[in-house]
């Protein structure tokens, strides 16, 4: 499995490395060496491999061209070596980089194994440079589906930005839910929201989330407080706190930094409502009703939601009875906020439900591993 900015970063790899680790001898994990520690516990049968020297992900996208390619390298090398070595019967790429990786290093191989593609984030061609390796990397991809055994991607709203004519493998998808293994929600923790109605925003900080929109009603409701959590833009979060500041309302305005995974699911557990909202600024947005995982995340703590109301992901959202879609109309904000107050038990609940018997990982993953159990013994036989 190779990952190209680190597995802890993508909830739903995590995910897919538990569930393939009860059926598997072992599981290689490549990725950069981005991160100071390990937070997550791996089971027993994955093993993490890091490439090259300790390198911050912020201090990485700042670095230049030359040293990017290096990196790119070193990454293409040590993934050929660890297939090489193990001869493994699977190898999965995740995203476009690590997809070319294995296909320089495929030339070497006398054994190839099969190939599994899996896609994050549809990648914008348009926003990279001219030369950079993820433009090279998405022009690869579009190349080699011809080659792949295996695609997954989590929504299906994306199938067309991907070349699937010349695909002659398997298909599935994989929507973004969260495991069932994923922690203990601390209800109890939270405080009752007819007093106190806390919300909630996790993941990139930056435009789009409403937050402008969210932050001008607060004066209307002096018991509601909004926590933002996630990597952000210091100018971009200086502007929410001035804006905060400016409504008379900094005191009821936290912006944190982003945490571990496992000491998000806490986090999450002690608010009562979730911000989904993502405005269409691009792809990944407009497409994000199955691939956003927070939106799951908060359900699976029990939270009601609140989604920016466009068609592509009023689709998947309208059924649920804790999910409300909004305009960002003060209005709209005002009475969904009031109603989801006096009836947050009753979406609490539906919430959890709904994520218990089918928005989780294990529910959506069991087809994959079935075909894929299936194949392994075909191919033994």
Not at 158 to 163: A, E, G
Not at 221 to 226: E, F, G, T, V
Not at 293 to 311: Q, R, S, V, W
Not at 313 to 318: P, T
């Amino acid at each position: 499995m190779a990952v190209y900015s680190h597995p802890e970063s993508y909830p739903p790899t995590l995910n897919a490395i538990n569930e393939l680790s009860v059926h598997t001898d072992h599981i290689f994990i490549l990725s950069r060496n981005i991160q100071n520690k390990s937070e997550w516990n791996y089971p027993p049968q994955a093993e993490l491999i890091l490439s090259g020297p300790l390198k911050g992900i912020r201090e990485t996208e700042a670095s230049g061209f030359l040293w990017k390619i290096g990196s790119f390298l070193r990454f293409t090398l040590d993934f050929f070596k660890i297939v090489r070595c193990n001869r493994p019967e699977w190898v999965i790429c995740y995203d476009p980089i690590p997809l070319m990786a294995y296909r320089l290093g495929s030339f070497f191989l006398s054994r190839k194994p099969r190939l599994w593609y899996h896609n994050h984030d549809v990648s914008e061609i348009s926003m990279m440079g001219r030369f950079s390796i993820g433009r090279l990397a998405v022009r690869n991809e579009q190349n080699y589906f011809n080659r792949i055994d295996l695609f997954s991607l989590p929504s299906e709203q994306r199938k067309s930005y991907f070349p699937l004519e010349k695909l002659k493998g398997q298909l599935f998808l994989i929507p973004n839910y969260p495991s069932k293994n994923r922690g203990i929600e601390m209800k109890a923790s939270r405080p009752d929201p007819q007093k106190e109605l806390k919300l909630l925003f996790q993941g990139h900080v930056g435009e789009g989330h409403g937050f402008e929109e969210i932050i001008g009603i607060l004066p209307y409701h002096p018991d509601i407080k909004l926590t933002i959590i996630g990597t952000a833009d210091l100018k971009y979060t200086a502007g929410l706190q001035k804006l905060a500041g400016e409504r008379g309302v900094a005191n009821r305005l936290e912006i944190l930094k982003a945490v571990p995974y496992r000491e998000l699911v806490g986090i999450t557990g002690r608010h009562h409502l979730g911000i989904a909202i993502h405005k269409p600024v691009n792809i990944m947005y407009s497409t994000g009703a199955l691939a956003s995982n927070k939106i799951y995340e908060y359900a699976a703590a029990g939270l009601p939601i609140l989604y920016f109301d466009i068609p592509a992901y009023r689709e998947y959202l309208s059924r649920f009875e804790w999910a409300f879609g909004n305009d960002l109309s003060e209005k709209a904000l005002n009475e969904q906020i009031s109603y989801i107050r006096v009836h947050f038990n009753y979406l609490s609940e539906k919430a959890l439900e709904d994520f218990r018997t089918s928005l989780n990982f294990e529910h959506v993953f069991q087809p994959v591993m079935v075909w894929l159990l299936e194949e392994s013994d075909i191919r033994q036989n």
